[in-house]
């Protein structure tokens, strides 16, 4: 574990990682707490938007007068723009997860 | 006859194209070392080829077409699986390097004697999802060659044992990744030439207005194998092997064996569980209650949303992902994927209420993505493109059976019988191929009797249940698993067994009351997991709160599923290639 260990017997975060003291702990926990919040937010938006439709189309059945493609709008909205959404959202929290990642590993030093 | 060269090619094609692939990966270099290689885009398709099954191919369609649009909810919910399974599990169990539940609680919990339940329950998901799968294949083996239906269910039943007994078509990713292509392009080209030559949606009035399925101006001419129960819904006159009869709305009719015949115009009969109101309710998305209320639709929406990530032969595909951000890059271009491929179940829905309506009284919706084409073309090109269907649901029902049965065959050589014998040791690579070729076999009769008792439940309500079960055992267990330290063997354990029994208790509750259940209860015995979830989660939680054994130390757990790559950690983040890699036999 220690061939990138600087002369002089000083240890970098990654050391304390490695090796699993309190420090390392603290930052894998902190990091594990930053990438969760991030899951629970697309989380949020995700069930946010998927969950409100079901609802929506039956709160208000009078949707269906509108039509879209020659589609009575409820049925085109859970025909199409659903999946268009979620590319979009798993595409902005694969950046900020990655995102993450990167400033742990600058945090602990390579 | 097309048809039958069409479905042969991709069979052939498909086990051919394995065999040599494995052979060819084998003498090469280590399967397993060379397909760090592969990018995300082929590694995506693989996923999504494993992934499209008999039900996204036929169930869809027939379930929308039989139980009116909410079955459309389906592509969503299949689709949308894959966000939660990015949000949370992808990277981390890339990471960690578990690929199946039964390795994941060993290392994670500690729990080797977890195993076996763990294994129980890989066995009934894939067993629910390989009944429609089988059922998918009698049908469409019955269209092609006019064989009964159990011969398809035994003939591909049989296929697809030895297929996986040879190890073909198994761990090569460049079939998986074609085999999706494949079924992509049967399903979306038929779709919009059908589309384009019929110059959009026909008889709307029969979709989305006040008008019912009608016979279309040549009148209806229905050949029924066996007697079936029909309603009539508007007072119609028919004719029954040529004699005239007549029924008043509303009246029952046991229609016997036979020449069924409707006049121009005249109203099709429904069978049980049909869809009984005209066109505006026909096409709501969400109804007023029971079985298509929003109730009903939450709790498919969890079903399927938490449910993906519970499915044995998905997960194992990510091993093939080089580190957590590819795995993460993979499963963002699977969404889009399978988003192209979730437009078009909707239009064979769609188009065979409207041109299609025969099917409605022999019972057989689920083949309306096969006999759509050639009803709504007649000639060379509705064949040609009916064709083209069968081909691509042969490859649908060829790819995620054998996967689900390669993790049958795992499952029950390596856990089951490891566990019943005591031993965790392997054995030499002969006789754990031969367990392996064993468990194959096994695996396959209890689906295929199954199968040929389910003829009469739709391909996608199978499934769904299949979804239900996952998300209320492996859901919780990877989510708390990985995000929570508090997590405890005894925890997970007791989440999984009352997840298991709520879930199987309800569909089978449901099965037995059939449709005599309304309301708010008759949609949760439909699909329990809006209850069995959150059960599962519950007692997850609280079991583990109050076990008094000794924790295992979380810390370099969570290490080895956090931990970004590329820290010079790698010896304490990958101890060993992942046990189901080992665990399958070396292709022969």
């Not at chain 2, 064989?147 to 697809?160: L, R, S």
């Not at chain 2, 096969?370 to 649901?393: D, F, I």
């Not at chain 2, 708390?480 to 067994?497: K, N, Q, V």
Request: net charge positive.
């Amino acid at each position: 574990m220690s061939p990138s260990r600087p002369p002089g017997g000083r240890r970098t975060p990654r050391d304390e990682l490695a090796e699993a003291t309190a420090h390392g702990g603290l930052y894998l926990r902190r990091l594990v707490r930053a990438q969760l919040a991030l899951s629970l937010l697309g989380l949020i938006a995700f069930a946010g938007i998927l969950g409100s439709l079901p609802l929506l189309l039956f709160l208000a059945p009078a949707l269906r007068r509108v039509e879209l493609i020659g589609l009575p709008l409820p049925v085109f909205l859970v025909a199409f723009p659903l999946f268009p959404l979620f590319v979009g959202l798993g595409w902005l929290y694969q950046r900020r997860a990655d995102a993450l990642d990167e400033a742990f590993r600058d945090l602990v030093g390579r | 006859m097309i048809a039958i060269i069409a479905v042969s090619v991709v069979t052939i094609g498909t086990l051919g194209l394995g065999t040599w692939a494995v052979r060819f990966a084998r003498t090469t270099s280590d399967l397993f070392v060379a397909s760090r290689a592969i990018t995300p885009w082929w590694n995506a398709a693989a996923v999504s080829g494993e992934y499209l099954s008999a039900a996204s191919f036929l169930g869809i369609a027939g379930l929308a077409m039989k139980m009116g649009m909410d079955a459309i909810w389906l592509s969503v919910g299949f689709t949308a699986g894959y966000l939660t399974l990015l949000l949370f599990v992808a990277a981390p169990l890339r990471r960690f390097g578990s690929f199946t539940i039964s390795d994941f609680v060993e290392a994670r919990l500690g729990a080797p004697r977890m195993r076996l339940l763990a294994a129980a329950i890989v066995l009934g998901i894939a067993g629910f999802y390989l009944v429609p799968q089988l059922k998918g294949a009698g049908i469409t083996l019955g269209e092609v060659i006019g064989a009964p239906y159990w011969v398809g269910v035994v003939v591909v039943g049989a296929i697809v044992a030895v297929n996986v007994s040879l190890g073909g078509m198994r761990g090569i990713t460049y079939v998986q990744a074609v085999q999706f292509w494949i079924k992509t392009f049967a399903i979306a080209l038929p779709a919009c030439l059908l589309l384009i030559y019929l110059g959009g949606l026909p008889n709307r009035g029969a979709l989305f207005g006040t008008d019912v399925p009608r016979a279309p101006a040549a009148g209806l001419v229905v050949k029924l194998d066996s007697p079936r129960t029909v309603t009539f819904q508007r007072a119609t006159a028919f004719r029954i092997n040529g004699v005239p009869h007549h029924a008043v709305a509303g009246e029952k009719v046991r229609l016997p064996k036979g020449r069924f015949a409707l006049p121009p115009g005249g109203t099709v009969p429904l069978g049980q569980g049909d869809q009984r109101g005209p066109g505006v309710v026909w096409s709501r998305p969400v109804g007023h209650g029971g079985r298509d209320g929003p109730l009903f639709v939450y709790s498919l929406l969890i079903a399927t949303v938490l449910g993906t990530m519970g499915l044995p032969h998905i997960l194992v595909r990510f091993y093939t992902n080089p580190d957590g951000p590819a795995a993460r890059r993979t499963t963002v271009r699977v969404l889009g994927l399978l988003g192209i491929f979730y437009l078009f179940p909707t239009v064979y829905g769609l188009l065979g209420r409207a041109l299609a309506p025969g099917l409605y009284v022999t019972g057989e919706t689920d083949s309306v993505v096969l006999r759509l084409p050639h009803l709504a073309w007649p000639g060379v090109p509705g064949n040609l493109l009916s064709a083209l269907t069968a081909a691509g649901a042969f490859a649908a029902f060829l790819s995620t059976a054998s996967g689900l049965l390669v993790s049958i065959a795992g499952t029950l050589s390596y856990d089951v019988w490891g566990r019943l014998r005591g031993t965790s040791t392997p054995g030499d690579a002969h006789s754990r191929r031969r367990r392996f070729r064993l468990g194959a076999v096994l695996g396959i009769i209890l689906p295929m009797l199954l199968a040929l008792a389910a003829g009469n439940l739709d391909i996608g309500v199978l499934v769904g249940w299949a979804f239900a079960l996952a998300a209320s055992t492996f859901c919780p267990t990877f989510l708390l698993g990985i995000w929570w330290e508090g997590l405890t063997a005894r925890g997970a354990a007791s989440g999984m067994i009352a997840g298991a029994a709520v879930a199987s208790g309800g569909i089978f509750a449901g099965l037995i009351a059939g449709d005599t259940v309304g309301g708010a209860l008759g949609a949760l015995l439909a699909q329990p997991a809006m209850v069995s979830v959150p059960i599962a989660f519950l007692t997850m939680v609280l079991v583990s709160l109050l076990d008094p054994s000794p924790r295992v130390d979380p810390e370099p757990v969570m290490l080895a599923l956090h931990a970004p790559e590329g820290l010079g950690l790698d010896q304490l983040q990958e101890p060993s290639p992942p046990a189901d890699a080992s665990r399958e036999p070396a292709p022969a």
